[in-house]
């Protein structure tokens, strides 16, 4: 019930297209769905996130939609640059507490140039 | 967000040894957490260090393993102790404040293999 289950493993997309990487979970209790970005030999970087009471959040060319009913939430990245490609983590928490995420088993993307 | 540095970047160990890595924060934070990111995987949570207070190991963890420190807040150390190969992975810090207690930001981690 604490896991997060991510999709695809790995992702290869055009320049100037869509990537789109989906997360799932089990805990209701989750309210607080951030997704990382990370870069080789870096740490994870803040990307955006989201909470429940929300259905679409957007910064840039980022944006997470979330279906609370289908306790799923997904990451679109538009016009997909080779500058994007990475490895991608959603995380899920608890507003309360430890605050302690639990993190998807990550996404690696390489956009083409 | 705060500017996190670890020491050591990396480094290569014999097995039986021990390593103290360091998390060094620019301001006063908080919350500090420490994962384990094993090659090509995703984080896992070893445990969550708050000053003042024994640090919250998460299941499969240890503190005879690995001991944590946090004498002020903006610093704090995990210790690898007696390590064998399984032990080479990433480390990372991450810190959380009273600003928003969700939103982590993670240091850039300390490569460690074990020999």
């Known amino acids: 019930q604490q896991q997060v289950k991510q999709s695809p493993q790995s992702l290869i997309v055009q320049k100037g297209g869509i990537s789109i990487i989906n997360c799932a979970y089990e805990?209701?209790?989750?309210?607080?769905f951030p997704w990382y970005q990370q870069f080789p030999g870096k740490g994870p970087a803040l990307l955006i996130a989201?909470?429940?009471?929300?259905s679409e959040k957007k910064e840039g060319r980022f944006t997470i939609s979330f279906n609370k009913s289908a306790k799923q939430f997904s990451l679109h990245i538009m016009d997909s640059q080779p500058g994007d490609s990475a490895t991608y983590f959603c995380?899920?928490?608890?507003?309360?507490?430890?605050?302690?995420?639990?993190f998807g088993t990550g996404t690696r993307l390489k956009v083409l140039a | 967000s705060a500017v996190i540095s670890q020491k050591p970047s990396r480094d290569i160990c014999q097995r039986g040894t021990s390593l103290t890595i360091q998390c060094q924060v620019d301001?006063?934070?908080?919350?500090m957490f420490w994962y384990r990111q094993q090659p090509g995987q995703s984080l896992t949570l070893i445990a969550t260090?708050?000053?003042?207070?024994?640090?919250?190991?998460e299941s499969g963890f240890v503190i005879d393993k690995f001991p944590i420190s946090r004498p002020n807040l903006t610093f704090s150390t995990l210790t690898v102790s007696n390590m064998s190969p399984e032990d080479s992975s990433i480390y990372l810090c991450?810190?959380?404040?009273?600003?928003?207690?969700?939103?982590?930001?993670f240091g850039p981690g300390t490569r460690l293999t074990v020999l």
């Open positions: 991450s810190v959380a404040d009273s600003g928003s207690y969700n939103e982590q930001f």
């Open positions: 805990n209701t209790a989750f309210d607080y």
């Open positions: 989201i909470r429940p009471d929300v």
């Open positions: 995380a899920a928490s608890i507003s309360s507490g430890t605050y302690k995420y639990i």
């Open positions: 301001s006063q934070v908080t919350m």
């Open positions: 260090a708050n000053q003042g207070s024994e640090a919250t190991y």
